[in-house]
């Protein structure tokens, strides 16, 4: 019984054994099972894995490859935008600088117009000031102006004739001197014959010649009319000037007129007479044979004996002690030559002593012989200074 049970606790034992061998082994089967489904999904892991990683990276590559693809379409075409861009905008900016450039360059123009328009009308003012001023040397402003000279009043709206303004300016006790002396700087007298002022020395030279205001002169030959203008400011209005020109120069009396007819003198008296032929109707203060001498001389009246005739009956026409002043261009030493439009003095004197004159009075005022070298004509215009004698006679009796 004994026995028995330990045979079946044997058998049990034993079965229990077999049951837990069993249960090893199907364990140990499943052990291996799951080592090899691991090893296999490792291994299926790993490749999964490994493809994964291949096929992720195969796709990364080719995202990448795309993404760069795109990226570089997408620069590229954001470049060519920007170029594009780039380009309307610089075109763009070019036509806003080009408009801009040409709208500052017209209103540049424009100002530079209006800059240059200014200054221009500055410069004219400028220039005309400029010219009113050398019109006006030596003059004084509230006396001589335009074409009518206003006199030295409190009355500016008052205007005078240049004689009419030398008597009033007297009257106002300016002396006949200054009153003449401001007379030769008129603005309407030419600026050419102002110039010859400083050679001829109208002032010293009838101041030489005696000359005072309402004196009658009778100035021979006077051509265009210099020394009866500069006569007519110093005998003044109650003077008289008697401008003879010869017919055989009938231009330079056309041309006196024309004188008188631009700027009137009251006191001038115009007569064109040949000199033999002169006919006075009441005796003159003076007479005055200013550089002509030499036409008469030469070119007028060549007899001699003819000459000296005509200076006997110039006494007829010139009062008791009455005196005529004769002045011309110096001749180079030697024989005279009419061609050369100068006369040596002592040819001209001896002429008058021969007709009954005697010499007063010379002087040296008009000497230039160093501005002048005598062999050019005398009215040489090239020239600006001559070399001229002067000097005074009367009636011997």
Same mark, same amino acid.
């Given at each position: ?47 999964? %894995? ?5 096929? *992720? ?14 990226? *570089?379409?997408?620069? $590229?075409?954001?470049?060519? *935008? ?21 709208? +500052?360059?017209?209103?540049? +123009? ?12 500055? /410069? ?33 709206? $008052? ?14 006790? +300016? ?32 101041? !030489? ?12 030959? $006077? ?16 003077? &008289? ?64 004996? $003819?000459?000296?005739?005509? @200076? ?21 030493? /030697? ?6 439009? #100068? ?7 001896? &002429? !008058?002593?021969?007709?009954?004159? #005697? =010499?007063?009075?010379?002087?040296? %005022? ?16 090239? #020239? ?5 004698? =002067?000097?005074? @006679?009367?009636?011997?009796?």
């Amino acid at each position: 019984m004994k026995a028995h049970t330990l045979t079946i606790l044997a058998v049990s034992i034993g079965l229990s054994a077999c049951s837990i061998t069993q249960d090893n082994q199907e364990l140990a089967n499943k052990t291996m099972t799951m080592e090899a489904d691991s090893m296999k999904s490792n291994k299926m892991n790993s490749m999964g %894995m490994k493809e994964d990683i291949m096929k *992720s990276s195969k796709m990364n590559s080719m995202g990448m490859k795309a993404d760069t693809m795109k990226s *570089s379409k997408m620069n $590229s075409m954001s470049m060519k *935008s920007d170029i594009i861009k780039s380009s309307k905008m610089n075109s763009m900016s070019m036509k806003s600088d080009t408009m801009k450039s040409s709208k +500052m360059n017209s209103m540049g +123009m424009k100002a530079d117009t209006m800059k240059s328009s200014k200054m221009n009308s500055m /410069g004219m003012k400028a220039d005309t000031m400029k010219s009113s001023k050398m019109n006006s040397i030596g003059m004084k402003s509230d006396t001589m102006k335009s074409s009518k000279m206003k006199a030295m009043t409190g009355d500016k709206s $008052s205007t005078m004739s240049i004689i009419d303004t030398i008597e009033h300016n007297i009257n106002l006790n +300016m002396s006949a001197t200054n009153a003449f002396t401001l007379a030769l700087q008129n603005p309407n007298r030419p600026m050419k014959e102002r110039l010859k002022d400083l050679d001829r020395m109208p002032q010293k030279v009838l101041e !030489f010649a005696d000359i005072k205001p309402g004196m009658r002169v009778l100035n021979l030959l $006077s051509y265009y009319g210099y020394y009866s203008e500069v006569l007519a400011y110093r005998v003044g209005k109650s003077g &008289e000037v008697i401008a003879q020109n010869t017919p055989t120069y009938s231009n330079t009396a056309n041309n006196l007129e024309q004188r008188l007819l631009n700027e009137p003198l009251d006191n001038v008296t115009p007569y064109v007479a040949k000199l033999a032929e002169i006919v006075i109707d009441k005796p003159v203060d003076a007479i005055m044979f200013m550089s002509s001498y030499h036409d008469f001389h030469g070119y007028l009246e060549k007899d001699k004996v $003819s000459r000296i005739k005509i @200076l006997k009956n110039l006494k007829k026409s010139l009062k008791a002690r009455g005196q005529i002043i004769i002045s011309d261009m110096v001749e180079a030493d /030697g024989e005279h030559d009419p061609k050369i439009h #100068r006369i040596h003095k002592e040819i001209v004197l001896s &002429e !008058f002593k021969a007709a009954g004159y #005697r =010499l007063v009075s010379q002087s040296d %005022m008009l000497r230039k012989p160093e501005l002048d070298n005598h062999t050019t004509k005398g009215y040489d215009k090239k #020239r600006f200074y001559t070399d001229r004698w =002067l000097m005074k @006679l009367t009636p011997a009796s």
